[in-house]
């Protein structure tokens, strides 16, 4: 045993005098061999610290000083995610199995000695569990800002996600009940594979599930980022391969892209809503304030050679229709009231002489006589019903005028 503690401290003692060496090593990759002693150099391969992949090849660091190194300094690079939860499943049964072994035959020493190692081993695992979730916060928090480029993001993205769905698998392989049953009736083994582990088992699947659902948000922001600067570049190479090119002047087209037309309208359009039933009486008050404002053109006629007599001309009359003069009658009514008025019940209040028939067939002909700046201001409905046997045909019983 101290044959171990001399060899651990000549150890430290080289690492210490050759900080330098080392760090070289641990930031390039390999040691510029002529910027220092050979000796050192050679001290540093004996004791298992560099080591050279090929006789061509230069010194490097060994895999278990550089884990030593990336676990200390808290190196964001670390991309090793060194948990093996199988192994280490595997190894804390047999210790558990050998500390039952020892304590049965009442070696009490060997016992101790089993359960420390099983104590080690436990500790060793919840550590190192805690430093791959920790290496990937630290990736995730400084956004993966050891490369450049978007694409590089990405792909270290990609890298951690699969670490994390391993170290879920892995958490998947402990059964506790399995672990359980190796423990059995002694309380330290339970407070060790059972209490400890659970628990910190336990606080690392919500801190995966945390890591996993930041690493997809943030994945998504690297793909927009990627998308806008794919954008971007293919705009640039449209310009190099089209120098003459000049956007449109949208302003001008009657239907510019939605690129443009993100703001909200300043005004609303300055227009009436005829179909809005809040503003019907006001319209229709402003149409009554207004008045009907048609123009009468009289139809021109054909003067016809006639022979002309004193007597006749006595007997001439310029009397206008009055079934006309009724139908124009009951449009101002509309227009005065506002209101939609049937055709049949202002025929029946005025008490008129015409055949109804005829009255109907001139109320639909004065609207159809109106232009169509007038026709806007009127809707004509008509009530009805069609024929039972013969398909096609329509009865109008009834008209409906009113404003728009």
Not at 44 to 67: C, E, H, I, M, Y
Not at 69 to 96: F, I, K, P, W
Not at 255 to 266: D, H, S
Not at 374 to 392: I, R
Request: charged share 25%.
């Amino acid at each position: 045993m101290s044959q171990i503690i001399e060899e651990g401290k000549r150890l430290l003692n080289a690492l210490a005098r050759h900080g330098d060496i080392i760090m070289q090593a641990y930031a390039n990759g390999t040691v510029t061999e002529r910027q220092f002693p050979a000796n050192a150099l050679e001290q540093l391969v004996r004791l298992g610290v560099l080591w050279r992949p090929d006789a061509s090849q230069p010194l490097r660091l060994k895999a278990v000083v550089r884990n030593l190194l990336e676990g200390s300094l808290q190196d964001e690079r670390n991309r090793v995610m060194s948990t093996n939860v199988v192994a280490a499943l595997s190894g804390l049964t047999t210790l558990a199995e050998h500390y039952k072994e020892s304590l049965l035959a009442q070696r009490f020493a060997e016992s101790q000695s089993y359960l420390n190692e099983l104590t080690e081993h436990v500790y060793q695992l919840s550590e190192a569990l805690g430093n791959s979730i920790r290496v990937l916060f630290s990736r995730i928090n400084d956004e993966f800002g050891y490369v450049s480029s978007v694409e590089a993001k990405i792909r270290e993205n990609q890298l951690a996600q699969e670490q994390v769905s391993e170290l879920l698998n892995q958490l998947e392989c402990f059964q506790f009940d399995q672990l359980s049953q190796v423990a059995g009736n002694y309380s330290e083994l339970r407070h060790l594979l059972v209490v400890t582990l659970q628990r910190r088992f336990a606080k690392a699947a919500q801190e995966l599930s945390v890591v996993q659902a930041r690493l997809l948000a943030l994945l998504g922001r690297f793909r927009e980022f990627q998308g806008r600067t794919r954008l971007l570049k293919g705009y640039l190479l449209h310009q190099e391969q089209h120098p003459d090119f000049a956007p449109r002047q949208y302003i001008n087209m009657t239907q510019p892209p939605a690129l443009f037309t993100q703001a909200p309208p300043l005004l609303a359009e300055a227009k009436a809503d005829v179909f809005n039933t809040e503003h019907e009486n006001v319209l229709a008050l402003i149409a009554v304030s207004v008045g009907a404002h048609k123009v009468r053109v009289k139809p021109k006629t054909t003067a016809v050679a006639q022979k002309f007599t004193l007597e006749e001309a006595s007997s001439v009359t310029l009397n206008d229709s009055e079934i006309k003069v009724a139908v124009e009658a009951y449009f101002e009514r509309v227009i005065d009231s506002g209101q939609t008025l049937s055709a049949l019940t202002y025929f029946d209040e005025k008490q008129l002489d015409f055949d109804k028939e005829v009255w109907l067939y001139q109320v639909i002909g004065e609207y159809d006589g109106l232009t169509s700046t007038d026709k806007a201001f009127f809707a004509l409905e008509w009530e009805g019903q069609t024929d039972p046997v013969f398909t096609g045909n329509y009865y109008i019983e009834d008209i409906l005028l009113g404003l728009r």
